[in-house]
């Protein structure tokens, strides 16, 4: 073992040349020697040195930072970062102070170590791979054991190498799938391929507690959405009616009927259904939830219509102080759907009676809240005016934002007879929140 030169360059970070271009992953090709800094220390003081010395001691993938002295069987080498130490100056104040109190020998020598593909992350793997300059995907998203990723066209012709390194990189992914198209169906769920690993595409998570199970090829999943899900949910008190016009596998409905909360839970998607009522099963809601497999209009104007009448008219008689909440999750068209409580309920109900929306949308506008209120307007027939909120979810695309807007369904667009039951007047809409703007747009999940 050699005394390490301060000039010599090493990059732990960059895998060998030859890797560039490859197109079927070849760990073999990763192997290079590296000449990194060391002590050496006797290994009766090996923990006693450790601590002050872990800033400045390596950190690699699969690197032990402590190795046997293959010179004395008495001695250890620790191996440090040659970013940070070269020689003996290198060391700070306190790092040297504890070094010379335990007697250790502050020459610096160099060890030669063989890296190979264990020890490159995977976004040096891929950097070396493909093409000087081209951007390199290493993100995913995480359902399950399953690792889905968003290839541009430029990566695809290294799609199976990506998929088979993401796999490595990661424990607990064994299968790597690739999008192939937009969400654009009616089911809303995409084709996609397999890049590496197994062909099992039935997922179980866990969100906010509670575990879904359900087809990934077949459904829609989005784990983007965890904090959204939670915060409708917390929007809701035990003996609350929900009703849920495109539930999918169930990430409102279920825990909602965990709350205690009565539920009716629809989607058109016979795989989403299926699961729906799986899940609900699962988590020990299925007396809770009513499920449903229609499309969201005739559920609106059948199930909901009929439940809301009913419900309206308890409150109406002081029978109960629920709230009701309509939640429409489909943002490429849900909006489109709220034509569709124009005058749904022949009796007129308290003002206390009317159901909160929360319909979720798509915008690509530079203002998205006023042109999600403007959408919502259009199809209600009516003006909102202050009475509503909007909630930016998340940036799905850039300038494509999903937006949440919130409001109490107008009695005159709900109710045939325009005239407010019972003994009540029907007062100013409360505002869903205190802000003074009319259009109350939240980004803290940003």
């Not at 989403?272 to 969201?296: A, I, M, P, R």
Request: proline residues 5%.
């Amino acid at each position: 073992m050699s005394v390490q030169n301060p000039e010599e360059v090493i990059d732990l970070d960059v895998p060998p040349a030859a890797v560039r271009g490859m197109t079927q992953l070849n760990r073999d090709l990763f192997q290079k020697t590296v000449a990194l800094p060391a002590l050496k220390v006797r290994k009766e003081l090996i923990n006693k040195v450790m601590k002050p010395l872990r800033n400045v001691a390596i950190k690699r993938p699969g690197l032990k930072r402590v190795i046997e002295d293959s010179e004395d069987e008495i001695y250890r080498l620790i191996l440090l970062d040659p970013d940070k130490i070269s020689c003996l100056e290198s060391f700070g104040t306190s790092e040297s102070t504890v070094l010379k109190e335990y007697n250790v020998d502050l020459q610096v020598h160099k060890h030669n170590l063989i890296m190979t593909y264990e020890h490159f992350k995977s976004e040096e793997i891929l950097k070396a791979v493909l093409p000087v300059g081209q951007d390199v995907t290493t993100g995913f998203s995480r359902v399950g054991h399953i690792a889905h990723m968003n290839l541009r066209d430029h990566q695809l012709p290294y799609k199976h190498l990506i998929g088979q390194v993401i796999m490595d990189k990661n424990p607990g992914i064994t299968s790597v799938v690739n999008k192939l198209n937009i969400i654009d169906n009616t089911y809303r769920n995409f084709q996609m391929e397999i890049l590496a690993g197994e062909d099992n595409m039935i997922a179980t998570v866990k969100e906010n507690n509670i575990m879904y199970e359900f087809d990934f090829s077949k459904v829609y999943w989005n784990p983007r959405l965890s904090t959204e899900h939670g915060r409708i949910v917390d929007l809701l008190k035990a003996g609350d009616v929900v009703y849920d016009v495109f539930a999918g596998v169930g990430p409102f409905a279920i825990p909602a009927a965990k709350k205690n909360c009565k539920v009716m839970a629809n989607d058109l998607n016979p795989e989403s259904y299926k699961w729906l009522v799986h899940n609900c099963k699962v988590n020990k809601v299925n007396e809770k939830v009513q499920t449903f497999n229609l499309d969201g209009r005739d559920f609106i104007m059948g199930p909901l219509k009929d439940d809301l009448a009913k419900q309206t008219e308890a409150i109406a008689l002081k029978e109960n102080r629920t709230s009701i909440h309509i939640i429409m999750n489909l943002p490429g068209m849900a909006i489109e759907f709220l034509d569709a409580f124009r005058q749904l309920l022949e009796e007129p109900c308290t003002a206390d009676a009317l159901p909160t929306v929360h319909c979720y949308s798509f915008s690509k506008c530079d203002e998205p809240a006023k042109d999600v209120q403007k959408s919502a307007e259009h199809f209600l027939k009516t003006s909102l005016e202050e009475h509503f909120s909007v909630h930016l979810v998340r940036n799905v695309a850039p300038n494509k934002e999903m937006m949440c807007i919130s409001f109490k369904i107008p009695v005159k667009v709900l109710c045939r007879n325009l005239m407010v039951k019972d003994n009540t007047e029907e007062p100013a809409p409360k505002r869903l929140r205190s802000e003074d703007a009319t259009v109350a747009v939240d980004y803290s999940d940003l």
